[in-house]
């Protein structure tokens, strides 16, 4: 029997095909509800508490109006500055007095492994959404309900993942997930930001994963292209970023080269990776995969609460 | 048939005189409500999204209020660091993110035409809640709407504007929605920032219009006096500031003048353009315009998301 | 008849023992509500504004939860520098705005005074939440509440307050509502940080008050401990704060030095006076003290919006 109550969730690879399945099945539920403007009571009395020790307005908000629309309430933390932390509490501490005011934690903290401690610091459900340089699992989880809305499917598919992928959280967090499915992956990226090369390893053990510096290349045998942010000061060679980043910034012109409609992705926020002409096409899909955070993180949210 | 369902609300002019009846008459029917104790559930399972790229507690709040007493729930973004703007996204596409996550967004922000293009960017309704030098359009709302209940009337009143009004976002728009109404208008500022001529000629086109650097002339005619700040930085010259700035602060003194009783507004923040010793006058209404948000601003929520 | 309704929370020493005896049996009967899971609705359809003019974490998010949890709702200023306060306006202008928006106001500010300013602005309950170096009322009926859990009772009890008593606004309120009781204080700090004159010669009227440096020894006599800390900027001799610096931090060891099960509290955040080990003995109730600000909290506001 696959259930998530009480349950933390802190990584993109902690969850088994059975459990994406049953989130992407709540999520569903949820959002037909929500469309049809259906007022939900599942966490009615329950408090969620948005603790951001970096600010995500995005992630935030997501992850309010999920609780929101669930029935439940928040009380937030959405600056640094303002927190405890400033007067030298430890991380363990914050969490063992927040556990008193809410019935499920939501932490962002610029470093690696803060939510893990975090979750050994208190019985409650913990969720991270971003640790610094390490995991985003509410990003992939709804990456891949994306994925399945927008095709019908994920098993199948080529996905391209474009970008930075040597520092990108978000590309490490979804490989590892899109692995649990018969997926060819294509990583597309500069040879200075690949793909570590371990997590590359673990791929290649369980699918077919190609590498290539060229975007146009991966646009025509992909059905879905992951974009992500290429930044310039990750490069150590300013006249090789000057060639390159003209290479990621992906066009209407590139996007006709595909083989029928292309799905485009991004996490959001987009500085110029994806052309604005780009929205037009039905392949767009950026925009509805940023919605559907909400009924994605309302599952993780009413699973973990053990609400359903 | 007059209806403002799923419009957005950008301007004070955009509104005609039945549109101005039917929020006034929607406003006092929530204001008797929320006087009685009823509990409303108007905009349950609804979520309004604060957006300030510049922060405004007072209007901020006044919405957030206005949105809660009607049943339904708030996210916000108080602050401008912490939004994704500051990661280099387009106002296009944090409001089509945003979007996702809301049924109604009101917008604060320093660009003049700002709420016209979120306006643009979704079709969620979308309440401008000052753009810049630009509108501040429920401000007008709230103060026509407080000239009603305190005078039981508008038409047939003389109200007299004072302060900056050259760079007064707030003078402006009550002008124009004052035009719709047989109201003689005294405009009340030093030479230098007086109101621009191409509202003033607009206005005479329909009204009877003065001008004049004496306030206490205006009182003595006035039955609505209606103060700004005036902004030591706007002035040229120094000492036309130190020559002016006592002439438009209103004391119990000057407000004996008026005939009867004159009714004191303002928009508030207050410095000291107003003595607090005019608080004790009963036609000191300037806490009792602030209170009149909620009710308005309820009204229009309620309109623009179709809920009544 | 004791009752609270429509009066202010603003002082600790404002409360008689029937108060704190209605305020504790309130908390009670919702800590258990909250315990089983039960949905209240006491606050439905009212609004509580928290205004902090100095941020203040655990104290805001601890009053929000209260009000969610009572089925109200809030509209929040967490940060001094967005508020219209920054614009020039007076406290009294900004509460008098403020009470159009809310039912209760809870208010924090750096100045001594100012929540009884702001009381006498306005005739909503204000709830002090601070006021600089002044008062801090709920963290006192908190402590109370929580010894009376711990111990099963307050009088007859020996309680030792340690730290800095000359500048802490946590220990001054403490001792004073403590005075209610019959309790035996011992006040352990440093000779240049020991508690005013003022406040030792009101508690020796009423109650048996001892002072000294020695932590150990206030250890062993204790039923309950009570720590704050310690810093350094207040010691004008740097080798005096160094070498009592360690005297002041409660140790394992120390504690078994104890007559039974000594009672350890904290209002938190820690530094280090309280070793991190010290968290697994069975008396440490910090954290449990923390999480009794809610349902304190819940009576509270409860209470003087005439709810019950």
């Known amino acids: 029997m696959v259930g998530l109550s009480q349950k933390d969730v802190l990584r993109a690879d902690q969850f088994s095909r059975e459990e994406i399945a049953l989130i992407a099945k709540t999520a569903r539920r949820y959002e037909e509800a929500v469309a049809r403007g259906k007022v939900l009571r599942d966490l009615r009395g329950k408090i969620l508490c948005t603790l951001f020790f970096e600010p995500s307005t995005r992630t935030r908000l997501s992850f309010e109006a999920a609780m929101l629309r669930l029935g439940g309430q928040v009380v937030s933390v959405a600056e640094p500055k303002s927190s405890s932390a400033a007067k030298g509490e430890s991380l363990h501490d914050t969490i063992r007095t927040v556990e ?141 970023y000057e060639r390159l980043k003209d290479s990621y910034i992906l066009t209407q012109e590139a996007l006709r080269e595909g083989k029928g409609r292309v799905t485009v992705m991004h996490p959001l926020p987009r500085v110029n990776e994806i052309e604005t002409s780009v929205d037009q096409d039905s392949g767009a899909a950026y925009f509805r995969q940023a919605a559907n955070g909400i009924p994605v993180r309302m599952a993780l949210l009413a699973l973990v609460t053990g609400a359903i």
């Open 100 to 240: 008193g005011y809410a019935d499920v934690i939501v932490l962002r903290h610029p470093e690696i492994g803060a939510a893990d401690k975090a979750a050994r610091s208190t019985n409650r459900p913990v969720i991270n959404a971003g640790d610094g340089a390490g995991q985003h699992p509410t990003q992939s989880l709804l990456d891949v309900y994306t994925i399945q809305k927008e095709k019908g499917k994920v098993d199948g598919l080529t996905v391209a993942l474009v970008g930075d992928l040597k520092n990108g959280r978000t590309v490490h967090s979804l490989s590892q997930v899109l692995s649990l499915f018969d997926v060819r992956l294509i990583l597309v990226s500069p040879p200075a930001l690949r793909m570590p090369r371990e997590i590359v390893e673990a791929l290649k053990g369980r699918r077919v994963v190609e590498e290539t510096p060229d975007l146009l290349k991966a646009v025509r045998e992909a059905d879905v292209v992951y974009m992500t942010r290429i930044q310039r000061e990750r490069f150590a060679d300013p006249t090789e």
